[in-house]
């Protein structure tokens, strides 16, 4: 056979196997289709019968909404249910922020892999939900597809979401829209407080624009935090709960780009702590390129603070001497108002109630003319009547005596041989510091044995008998206000 006619044959041969392999392959293509779409009509059958065939519920939105669901399918089709389900024996699964119309085509494309045009007023909720169920084909299509994204979703879904595609990222970080953003108080307030942080960061470029506009969004945030878990918004309990709150928020900002605004309103918000106010006073700059706040004037400012609450002290230089005198950064950290006489009807019993086994109280008197008290670590109790309690710490004051021309604040510390009878428990009657200073079980006050048990700054017997509050025996009390930790 010549070379020719067998190369004809050869390649005669090769095109008939190509053929069959195309015919081949054309036809696993076509099993293929027709498999992909068999499982998808299987898997909408399966979609559209959940309700007989589930395992599981899902409880969808503000009313829990039950979606009967196939565990399996959510575990092997979506990234979120595997690592929530794979090893938790669980019947149901409560997501009360997700509307149903937003679940339902999500929970199909979960089921079939088909994508969907959301309405406009839902594609913001489908994006963020699609990406945090991990579903990231359907984010990359609502991304691509959608004509849907403004700078204001894409911020949002920048916040709201750990893991961002580049797309969004990009787009809302050369975006304008952050300055805008905190105007929309439904928004900021339903996030948690890393998202919040998040938000805070951004939109003062990473802590490098402070003004009045943040620090009031971050006390409508506390105040939305604190509602939202039901704690009263009391005063107190205010400044208690959003000092915690703050925390992690003031410890970030960069003291030094405060402007002025906010230097100048500071302590106008209750969650501004003390850690906080310490660090302006070591930076001594709270006004962008001025002169510096005077550091005494602002220590004055943060004592005066911790009282904000009292109807008696209302001088700095009282709130001052006052946590001087007491000198325990935890009492001046966490102290609150716990009694005051003129709220709880001048009542010893509910005085015992509120203000038995604490630890540091501090007792403020308001009389005719005076303020005077007494500071005592260890605290009072009612059940022990007549039980006297050692305390070396326990001291009386007189910050002021409006009788005279000039009064200079006055401490009396505890004698060194009176430390056993600091403080004395009774019952029926208010707050007893040794013999010097007691409120009777008619709420008056007494002092005429001033001296005995604390160190007076003079022995003239007669004088000291009226020193306190210039009467020598009961006194009336106008207000009485118990502070502790």
Same mark, same amino acid.
């Given at each position: 056979? *010549?070379? &020719?006619?067998?190369?004809?044959?050869?390649?005669?041969?090769?095109?008939?196997?190509?053929?069959?392999?195309?015919?081949?392959? +054309?036809?696993?293509?076509?099993? /293929?289709?027709?498999?992909?779409?068999?499982?998808?009509?299987?898997?909408?059958?399966?979609?559209?019968?959940?309700?007989?065939?589930?395992?599981?519920?899902?409880?969808?939105?503000?009313?829990?909404? =039950?979606?009967?669901?196939?565990? *399996?399918?959510?575990?092997?089709?979506?990234?979120?249910?595997?690592?929530?389900?794979?090893?938790?024996?669980?019947?149901?699964?409560?997501?009360?922020?997700? /509307?149903?119309?937003?679940?339902? =085509?999500?929970?199909?494309?979960?089921?079939?892999?088909?994508? %969907?045009?959301?309405?406009?007023?839902?594609?913001?909720?489908?994006?963020?939900? &699609?990406?945090?169920?991990?579903?990231?084909?359907?984010?990359?299509?609502?991304?691509?597809?959608?004509?849907?994204?403004?700078?204001?979703?894409?911020?949002?879904?920048?916040?709201?979401?750990?893991?961002?595609?580049?797309?969004?990222?990009?787009?809302?970080? &050369?975006? @304008? $829209?952050?300055?805008?953003?905190?105007?929309?108080?439904?928004?900021?307030?339903?996030?948690?407080?890393?998202?919040?942080?998040?938000?805070?960061?951004?939109?003062?470029?990473?802590?490098?624009?402070?003004?009045? +506009?943040?620090?009031?969004? $971050?006390?409508?945030?506390?105040?939305?935090?604190?509602?939202? @878990?039901? %704690?009263?918004?009391?005063?107190?309990?205010?400044?208690?709960?959003?000092? %915690?709150?703050? @925390?992690?928020?003031?410890?970030?900002?960069? $003291?030094?780009?405060?402007?002025?605004?906010?230097?100048?309103?500071?302590?106008?918000? =209750?969650?501004?702590?003390?850690?906080?106010?310490?660090?302006?006073?070591?930076?001594?700059?709270?006004?962008?390129?001025?002169?510096?706040?005077? =550091?005494?004037?602002?220590?004055?400012?943060?004592?005066?603070?911790?009282?904000?609450? &009292?109807?008696?002290?209302?001088?700095?230089?009282?709130?001052?001497?006052?946590?001087?005198?007491?000198?325990?950064?935890?009492?001046? *950290?966490?102290?609150?108002?716990?009694? *005051?006489?003129?709220?709880?009807?001048?009542?010893?019993?509910?005085?015992?109630?509120?203000?038995?086994?604490?630890?540091?109280?501090?007792?403020?008197?308001?009389?005719?003319?005076?303020?005077?008290?007494?500071?005592?670590?260890?605290?009072?109790?009612?059940?022990?009547?007549?039980?006297?309690?050692?305390?070396?710490?326990?001291?009386?004051?007189?910050?002021?005596?409006?009788?005279?021309?000039?009064?200079?604040?006055?401490?009396?510390?505890?004698?060194?041989?009176?430390?056993?009878?600091?403080?004395?428990?009774?019952?029926?009657?208010?707050?007893?510091?040794?013999?010097?200073?007691?409120?009777?079980?008619?709420?008056?006050?007494?002092?005429?044995? %001033?001296?005995?048990?604390?160190?007076?700054?003079?022995? @003239?017997?007669?004088?000291?008998?009226?020193?306190?509050?210039?009467?020598?025996?009961?006194?009336?009390?106008?207000?009485?206000?118990?502070?502790?930790?």
């Amino acid at each position: 056979m *010549s070379r &020719s006619k067998f190369s004809f044959k050869e390649n005669k041969e090769k095109e008939k196997e190509k053929k069959k392999e195309n015919e081949k392959e +054309k036809k696993e293509k076509t099993n /293929k289709k027709n498999i992909k779409k068999q499982l998808i009509k299987d898997l909408n059958k399966l979609y559209e019968q959940r309700n007989q065939n589930y395992d599981f519920i899902l409880k969808i939105g503000k009313k829990l909404v =039950p979606f009967p669901v196939n565990k *399996s399918i959510l575990i092997s089709r979506s990234d979120f249910f595997h690592n929530l389900l794979r090893s938790e024996p669980i019947s149901e699964y409560t997501i009360p922020n997700i /509307k149903p119309e937003v679940m339902e =085509p999500i929970l199909k494309y979960i089921y079939t892999s088909q994508t %969907f045009d959301p309405k406009p007023d839902l594609f913001f909720d489908c994006l963020f939900w &699609s990406n945090f169920f991990n579903l990231d084909l359907l984010t990359e299509y609502l991304i691509t597809k959608s004509q849907e994204i403004d700078e204001k979703i894409a911020f949002k879904f920048f916040i709201l979401t750990t893991k961002t595609p580049k797309t969004i990222e990009n787009l809302c970080l &050369s975006s @304008n $829209i952050k300055k805008n953003i905190l105007d929309d108080h439904d928004f900021f307030s339903n996030l948690n407080q890393e998202r919040f942080l998040k938000l805070i960061q951004y939109v003062t470029d990473d802590w490098q624009r402070i003004d009045l +506009k943040i620090f009031q969004t $971050i006390d409508y945030w506390i105040q939305s935090q604190l509602k939202k @878990n039901g %704690f009263g918004l009391s005063s107190e309990n205010y400044k208690k709960k959003s000092q %915690f709150i703050a @925390n992690k928020i003031l410890s970030k900002i960069k $003291i030094s780009r405060i402007d002025e605004e906010v230097g100048n309103k500071i302590l106008d918000f =209750p969650f501004i702590n003390e850690e906080f106010l310490e660090r302006l006073e070591l930076n001594s700059k709270i006004l962008s390129g001025k002169e510096t706040q005077n =550091p005494q004037e602002l220590k004055q400012l943060m004592a005066l603070k911790k009282f904000q609450n &009292s109807s008696i002290i209302k001088e700095k230089l009282h709130s001052e001497k006052l946590l001087e005198w007491v000198d325990d950064k935890e009492f001046s *950290s966490k102290m609150n108002l716990g009694y *005051s006489a003129n709220r709880n009807n001048f009542s010893v019993k509910k005085f015992h109630k509120i203000c038995d086994n604490k630890n540091q109280t501090l007792v403020i008197i308001k009389t005719q003319d005076r303020i005077l008290g007494g500071f005592t670590s260890k605290g009072f109790i009612s059940g022990i009547s007549g039980w006297q309690e050692h305390d070396r710490k326990a001291f009386i004051f007189l910050l002021e005596n409006k009788s005279k021309k000039y009064h200079e604040p006055r401490k009396f510390p505890i004698k060194e041989d009176q430390i056993g009878r600091a403080i004395k428990y009774d019952k029926d009657k208010g707050p007893i510091f040794g013999d010097d200073l007691k409120i009777n079980e008619e709420f008056k006050g007494r002092s005429d044995k %001033f001296g005995k048990t604390y160190s007076p700054r003079s022995e @003239n017997r007669n004088e000291l008998k009226t020193y306190l509050t210039g009467f020598d025996k009961y006194w009336e009390i106008d207000e009485l206000e118990v502070y502790f930790c």
